[in-house]
């Protein structure tokens, strides 16, 4: 066979090979990398909204599920006051009664955050229907008795103006009069230095015998148990922290039923006491530049509509014995804030509003920078894949090229070898229509 005619067999055969499996094979590719292409354009488009969802409602789930350990906690503590009625009235009964009281709490040690046991009660006393303490444990230790006192005046209380005794002194067998949380104000300046609010919730109840009132018991909280189920979160991590850092916009804090901030990363924002007993007051509009000012910033978040009128609202859904989430302006920022009410009821927190509510907030904007960062992701995912197809469509396309060539060569050679040499001289030549002829 000539050379000539080998050739255009040898190309023959490579285009029918191309026909039947390159073209094909290249299709297919196209056809998968468009796929990939539109599947994440599409997911990118959902993504923001997906997350925003998803995001918040785990939020508000964590806001009610950290409610509700806050309402069994402050359950139990009013069951041990109930039971701290029938136990022996004694110096020693009521100090083991205190010391085996305890809960874990988080500190730091060193860059690690750890749990130590710590006392629960920070006080226990038995105080006489006149007002006098009769047996009062301090710290887990037993006071003197040059140092009780009659807290009937509330001047000779710890904060120089709790009404803790006459309340509970009003109350019937079995009733538990239930504080605010009471402690020293911390301001800007003190905070900045590294001082922290610390303080109580006081759970008192009356005693009755057989001549009617004999007293009553009062066990005082460590406010540590109680601003820790705010204090070590962060809404969008599952880790404890020691302190959330409040320049994020994301963490945790806690609010009373009057509305005023009771736990939250920055402590000034904490409602306290002046050393005479004074209450520091809550920022409002007209005095807000001046407060701040002093570094006195108390939040009531029933009086803080001049910051976004949002906030005000949302204490009153809250109060109402409502969870939900919503949006608001803080210091510049958007946050949206989960919330969930506290469901612990007493004469001195009554229904729906009960102790207070949770509040979850997220920086609005930081939520935005994680979505694009899930976006991008998916953007690099998509041309990740598609140019892996190409490379690889590439690479099969020049070996199934050789491929062909080879095989092409193959079969020239095989039709060559059959055919006898002097067939293809000059000879004649018949065709089968001249032989139907």
Do not use: C
């Not at 460590?222 to 850092?245: K, M, N, W």
């Not at 976004?308 to 204490?315: H, R, T």
């Amino acid at each position: 066979m000539s050379e000539k005619k080998q050739d255009k067999q040898f190309f023959t055969v490579a285009r029918v090979f191309f026909l039947l499996i390159v073209i094909p094979l290249s299709l297919m590719a196209i056809l998968i990398a468009n796929g990939i292409f539109k599947l994440g354009v599409t997911v990118k488009e959902r993504a923001v909204n997906v997350l925003d969802q998803k995001s918040q409602e785990e939020i508000k789930i964590r806001a009610m599920n950290i409610a509700d350990e806050v309402t069994n906690f402050l359950t139990e503590r009013k069951k041990d006051v109930l039971v701290a009625t029938i136990i022996p009235a004694t110096e020693s009964a009521y100090k083991q009664f205190v010391n085996e009281n305890r809960r874990n709490i988080w500190i730091k040690d060193g860059d690690k955050l750890k749990q130590v046991s710590a006392p629960i009660y920070t006080e226990m006393t038995l105080i006489d229907k006149n007002g006098n303490e009769v047996i009062k444990i301090t710290n887990g230790e037993i006071a003197a008795k040059a140092k009780l006192t009659n807290v009937s005046i509330p001047a000779n209380t710890t904060y120089k103006s709790e009404t803790y005794f006459a309340s509970a002194k009003a109350f019937n067998k079995g009733d538990v009069y239930v504080s605010p949380v009471t402690g020293w104000y911390v301001n800007r300046a003190d905070f900045e230095k590294g001082k922290r609010f610390s303080g109580v919730v006081r759970f008192a109840t009356p005693l009755y015998g057989k001549e009617g009132l004999q007293g009553i018991v009062q066990l005082a909280l460590d406010y540590r148990h109680l601003g820790a189920y705010t204090d070590h979160v962060i809404p969008t991590q599952s880790a404890p922290v020691f302190e959330a850092d409040a320049s994020t916009g994301n963490y945790a804090y806690m609010v009373d039923n009057r509305g005023l901030i009771i736990s939250h990363p920055v402590d000034y924002h904490i409602e306290g006491l002046f050393p005479d007993g004074r209450p520091v007051q809550p920022l409002t509009e007209q005095t807000s530049a001046e407060l701040t000012k002093k570094g006195e910033e108390v939040l009531n978040l029933n009086l803080m509509g001049f910051v976004d009128p949002n906030l005000p609202l949302i204490a009153k859904d809250a109060a109402a014995g409502k969870p939900g989430i919503k949006t608001y302006k803080f210091g510049g920022h958007t946050k949206f804030v989960a919330y969930a009410p506290i469901k612990f009821y007493t004469q001195d927190y009554p229904a729906p509003a009960g102790f207070g509510w949770i509040g979850m907030g997220v920086d609005v904007e930081k939520f935005s920078e994680i979505a694009a960062k899930a976006t991008q992701n998916i953007d690099k995912e998509a041309k990740a894949w598609s140019t892996t197809i190409i490379l690889i469509l590439v690479i099969s396309i020049i070996i199934l090229f050789g491929i062909a060539a080879l095989l092409s060569k193959g079969i020239s050679r095989s039709i060559a070898a059959e055919i006898p040499p002097d067939a293809q001289g000059e000879g004649p030549f018949y065709d089968d229509e001249e032989e139907d002829k």
